[in-house]
């Protein structure tokens, strides 16, 4: 396995890997571009995909560089431990189900961590999804060293509303929560 930037060639098995992972229409052509382009500052990439030996994509991570990504009504700037200046967003992650468990999310995180500090961000935040399988994605950040700063409930039925995101849990009404959460580098 190696681990690379993302580029544009990966964009099509992004977007097919994180709908399948997340739900009908949660990326699109449109969407995985700017979360490219909002993860690449002073020439350093924050996002990263892993890829088989055959060159197969088994999980991506795309990151948004500190003050490249919008703070709102979702994040809770006054209860961070350091300036929203300062702050990267970590937008999303999915790991291919027949790779899942063997430690290809942690390393992406990894990537995406040293890439954030390269760039000058001193933290990076995170909405994770609660109602994952067995709340994975919470487990998944906390041993990672991210801290719990608020849960926010309904926080993608926009999504649901106003893009046709189709929630694997909820359906085209996606009531789930998401867990404010803040890794300190």
């Known amino acids: 396995m190696k681990i690379i930037p993302l580029q544009s060639q990966h964009f099509d098995s992004v977007i097919a890997l994180g709908n399948l992972v997340h739900g009908d229409n949660y990326l699109d052509d449109v969407s995985i571009e700017q979360m490219h382009q909002k993860g690449c500052k002073e020439g350093i990439n924050a996002s ?4 088989n030996n055959e060159g ?13 990504w919008p703070i709102d009504k979702w994040c809770s700037p006054t209860l ?69 700063i608020k849960i926010h409930d309904d926080k993608w039925l926009d999504d649901c509303i106003y ?10 009404e996606c009531h789930c929560q998401a867990a404010e959460m803040v890794l300190e580098f």
């Open 56 to 68: 197969e994509l088994l999980g991506f991570r795309t990151s948004y560089s500190a003050g490249q």
């Open 48 to 51: 990263f995909v892993a890829l």
């Open 163 to 172: 893009h046709g995101y189709v929630c694997t849990i909820c359906g085209t």
């Open 80 to 148: 961070w431990p350091v300036d929203k200046a300062d702050m990267a967003y970590f937008k999303c992650i999915a790991i291919a189900p027949s790779a899942q468990g063997q430690g290809i999310g942690p390393q992406l995180l990894k990537y995406s961590i040293e890439a954030l500090k390269q760039q000058g961000a001193k933290a990076g935040v995170s909405h994770l999804w609660k109602q994952s399988p067995g709340n994975g994605a919470v487990k998944y950040f906390t041993k990672a060293g991210g801290k719990l």
